[in-house]
Structures are given as C-alpha cells and as structure tokens.
C-alpha cells in the first residue's frame, strides 16, 4: 500500500444542486484522470438514466452533461493508502474539503456512491460541512447484486432535485388514462 492522492478536480459549478460523493478514484479512473474510470462501472449509464440523456463517451461530455443538469461530483478523500481499487483497503485518510463546493452553489442534496462513501463522510466529513447525507447503492461493477434496473430504483430521486420529471408509470396522475 502506498499513500496516494486525488490528482483530478471535482465537477461543478454555480449552478450544481447535488453532490455525488465516491470514496476515491479507482486505479482505472485514476489512469483516466476522470470519474468512474472503469468501463464496467454504471454511472455513466444511470446519469444518463436520470437525465434522459446519452450515456456521455468522452471527458468533455461526461462533464457536459453532470453540469448541464446541476449535478456536482466529487470524491470524499482526498488522499489515503490504498490498495488497487480496494475501498475495503483504506487506511490514513485525509478528506477533501467539501465546503469548496457548498460555498460556491445551492447544493440542495449531498448523495454517496456507495455504502463506503457514506461511511467516510460521515466519519471525516459532516463535522466540518454540517450536512446530512443519502446513501445510494453502489454503481461499482463491485456490486454485482444491483442490475442497473435496481440501481434507478434508488438513484432515480435525485431527479427531482435537478428538475427532470420523475419516471411515471402509465397510470400515473401525470398520464391521459
């Protein structure tokens, strides 16, 4: 194990009005030099889900789109020892300092990838940002247990925080039936 550090900045802007929160990057995503580097990774595919957009290819799209649609992303350590990609590896943590993001936008929601990430900020983190935070499941191929099916199911809140119309089913009050 080896201490290494975050070398990429996090995604946002004024006009961010959630936080999603990983523990820190991958081995692949840290070879990219961008989020949910690992091509079996699904978060990509459930923002693009929630936004009812393309699944972004590029870094230039993958920041397009988190930013087109208020949505910030960052990491909650900003360095630590760690083993490959293993979360479960992560030893002497220094946390990122979130406030950068909240005192530059209305964050209305702070969100974890994963139980990890929630774990983490609650331990390093919320003393010092005095917010609550959500957990969603894992987007990590880790998470096997999770089609991305059962993945919206959860992640699908946030679209009410960044004004996409919540997924409606075909009897719903918003339908002609």
């Avoid at 989020?35 to 009812?52: E, S």
């Amino acid at each position: 194990m080896s201490q290494v550090t975050h070398e990429f900045e996090p995604v946002f802007n004024q006009d961010s009005k959630v936080l999603v929160l990983g523990t820190f990057p991958s081995v692949k995503s840290r070879e990219n030099q961008f989020y949910y580097g690992h091509p079996q990774n699904r978060f990509w595919k459930v923002i693009a889900r929630l936004t009812d957009s393309e699944v972004p290819e590029t870094i230039e799209e993958k920041k397009a789109l988190l930013l087109e649609h208020g949505i910030a992303v960052w990491d909650v350590i900003a360095s630590c020892e760690i083993k490959g990609s293993s979360d479960s590896s992560i030893r002497n943590v220094v946390p990122a300092d979130l406030n950068r993001i909240l005192k530059e936008c209305n964050i209305r929601r702070i969100y974890a990838n994963g139980r990890t990430a929630e774990k983490l900020y609650e331990k390093y983190s919320k003393s010092r940002t005095g917010r609550e935070i959500t957990g969603l499941p894992s987007t990590s191929p880790a998470n096997a247990a999770y089609s991305i099916d059962r993945l919206m199911e959860s992640w699908g809140e946030i679209r009410e925080f960044i004004g996409v119309r919540p997924l409606c089913g075909p009897f719903s009050e918003d339908s002609d039936y």
